[in-house]
């Protein structure tokens, strides 16, 4: 009861909620509850968009051995389906590939699943990455469409932001400003994260996309607790180098290589090639061990000219 109280609280924005699924997970603990569980993946799931991203994976890899010992199958499978998020978030991108293959083989099996927007909606940023540009934009649109057969605003919401920065990184620009805009104007204002909150997929695009008004808003509005926001901000005001050290704080690692690659070409146009170079290093070494060869390729074309 006290895990669902302590939800319901931060969904309507209150911070205390927090207060409320800790106390929860501790009295569930000390009386061998099954409930146990739920209050492990609630409180990970409400630290993963707030950032905090390595506690979050401990309480939903805890998740799963809770549900497992007291028989809730189906709390296990979306707690475990989520360590493929982390492994994303960590650089571990072939095992986080072959985690989402495997889930949403499963669940075609099972008749569908709530989860499987965000598994497609990871696999299209991974292909995207990588240059497997039809794959990307099918997976893209699947996780879309799932999210609004759900009809659940934070999916909705999350699932329109990787659409519009696939739909960018394609070239697709007038698609990639209708689906931000949607994103943002949903009137879903709450924290919420799969393979990344959606203000951060958004942020550098903002400038391109005219969104950074409704961008700064939402950010404006976030909660102290909120780790993403200070990163986001920093990515609107473009301090990329900031933005990256502060993804970089946070384990968030294909965050932190697209801010220093963002660092890298405006340090490269204020003719700071010096500085430009060092940012760059480490944002490609990062693309390179995952075989982001999108970003590969834009990071060697910048290498070339600082050289």
Avoid: C
């Avoid at 329109?160 to 949903?186: D, K, M, N, P």
């Avoid at 008004?213 to 990163?231: F, I, K, S, T, Y």
């Avoid at 430009?276 to 074309?301: N, P, T």
Wanted: aromatic fraction near 6%; charge should be negative.
């Amino acid at each position: 009861m006290l895990s669902t109280i302590g939800s319901s609280r931060f969904q309507a924005g209150d911070m205390e909620g927090l207060a409320d699924l800790e106390q929860s997970v501790e009295i569930s603990r000390e009386i061998d509850s099954p409930e146990l569980a739920r209050g492990y993946h609630n409180l990970g799931h409400i630290l993963l968009a707030l950032g905090q991203i390595r506690r979050s994976s401990e309480l939903r890899g805890q998740a799963v051995v809770a549900g497992e010992r007291y028989g809730q199958w189906r709390l296990a499978r979306w707690s475990g389906a989520s360590q493929m998020t982390y492994e994303y978030l960590a650089g571990d991108w072939d095992a986080s590939v072959a985690a989402a293959r495997a889930f949403l083989e499963e669940s075609e099996r099972l008749g569908g699943w709530y989860q499987d927007a965000f598994v497609l909606g990871l696999l299209a940023l991974v292909e995207m990455a990588r240059g497997e540009d039809a794959a990307a934009r099918e997976h893209a649109r699947q996780a879309l469409e799932r999210a609004q057969a759900a009809a659940d605003p934070q999916a909705i919401t999350t699932m329109l932001a990787h659409a519009a920065l696939v739909e960018f990184e394609l070239g697709a620009i007038e698609s990639a400003r209708s689906h931000a805009q949607t994103s943002l104007r949903s009137g879903h204002r709450l924290p919420t994260a799969g393979a990344g909150r959606a203000e951060a997929l958004l942020a550098p695009l903002a400038a391109d996309l005219g969104i950074e008004g409704d961008l700064r808003a939402h950010m404006e509005a976030a909660p102290p607790e909120d780790l993403w926001a200070p990163a986001v901000r920093a990515v609107l005001d473009g301090e990329y180098a900031r933005a990256a050290d502060l993804y970089h704080g946070l384990e968030l690692l294909p965050f932190e290589a697209r801010a220093r690659l963002g660092a890298a070409e405006r340090l490269h146009a204020q003719g700071r090639h010096g500085d430009a170079a060092k940012q760059l290093d480490r944002s490609l070494a990062f693309f390179r061990s995952v075989g982001a060869a999108r970003y590969v390729r834009r990071g060697e074309v910048l290498l070339a000219m600082t050289a």
